[in-house]
């Protein structure tokens, strides 16, 4: 079955400090892992995906099959980093059986204090 | 550019009555994804259409059905509200399914959510 965890439901931190929000997943398949964001009464927001291997913001996140996890890091947050972060998995869409729904997280609230 | 755009943005209902919510996907975007976000949780996956055809169930009640109609539109139709039922329900759209690996690499399989519709169950 497949399984997004967020272990942390809250990581308060100081402008300035390094951030990592961490994120395991289980599916036997080839998963795509994409980080989404949630500023205060906004919509979600796509962050990042693995696939593109891409910094946004300054985040970045590695895929490591090995541990199954896809961690969310950031070397200086900031405090419009603050925001509600959602790990999500998608299986690969090339087949007529994915239907390239998203399977969150529990999300993780980030708080960057002045 | 365009986005989903879902309505109403908020929703007030008494138990036992119906709701109708509805979704306009991203133009082009003929695959529309149903959630549904309770107070502190994250977002759970109702129901999905592509095509105008169902393409995959969640967890979605017996009470609720949806339809996606031919101009890509969706409606999330919600009848014998319950108190439980108070939530966010969010839209989603993405392009087409059923996608090679240059199409998912390109960022073709991306889903792009919608503001919401906040109903709340008296």
């Known amino acids: 079955a497949q399984r997004v965890t967020q272990p942390e439901k809250l990581l308060s931190v100081f402008k300035g400090a390094p951030v990592e929000l961490k994120c395991n997943y289980s599916?036997?398949?080839?998963?795509?892992l994409f980080w989404y964001v949630q500023y205060s009464r906004q919509r979600l927001q796509l962050l990042l995906r693995?696939?593109s291997r891409e910094s946004i913001k300054g985040f970045t996140a590695d895929l490591n099959k090995g541990e199954t996890s896809f961690h969310l890091k950031k070397p200086f947050a900031q405090e419009e980093d603050s925001a509600m972060y959602y790990c999500?998995?998608?299986?690969?869409?090339?087949?007529?059986?994915?239907?390239?729904?998203?399977?969150f997280g529990q999300g993780t609230t980030l708080q960057v204090k002045p | 550019a365009a986005g989903v755009i879902q309505s109403p943005r908020h929703l007030i209902k008494e138990k036992r009555e119906t709701a109708t919510l509805k979704c306009y996907p991203i133009?082009?975007?003929?695959?529309v994804y149903w959630y549904q976000q309770g107070p502190g949780q994250d977002p759970q996956f109702l129901i999905s259409?592509?095509?105008?055809?169902?393409?995959d169930k969640g967890s979605i009640p017996d009470r609720f059905s949806a339809q996606q109609f031919s101009d890509y539109h969706s409606e999330l139709n919600m009848s014998s509200l319950e108190l439980g039922d108070s939530a966010l329900y969010f839209c989603?759209?993405?392009?087409?399914?059923?996608?090679?690996?240059?199409?998912?690499?390109?960022?073709?399989?991306?889903?792009?959510f919608g503001a919401g519709s906040r109903l709340t169950v008296l």
């Open positions: 989603a759209s993405s392009p087409r399914t059923g996608l090679g690996i240059y199409e998912i690499s390109s960022g073709a399989n991306v889903l792009t």
């Open positions: 599916y036997s398949g080839s998963p795509e």
């Open positions: 693995h696939i």
């Open positions: 999500a998995l998608s299986a690969m869409r090339h087949g007529s059986s994915n239907t390239g729904k998203l399977i």
């Open positions: 133009p082009r975007h003929d695959t």
């Open positions: 259409f592509y095509e105008k055809m169902q393409s």
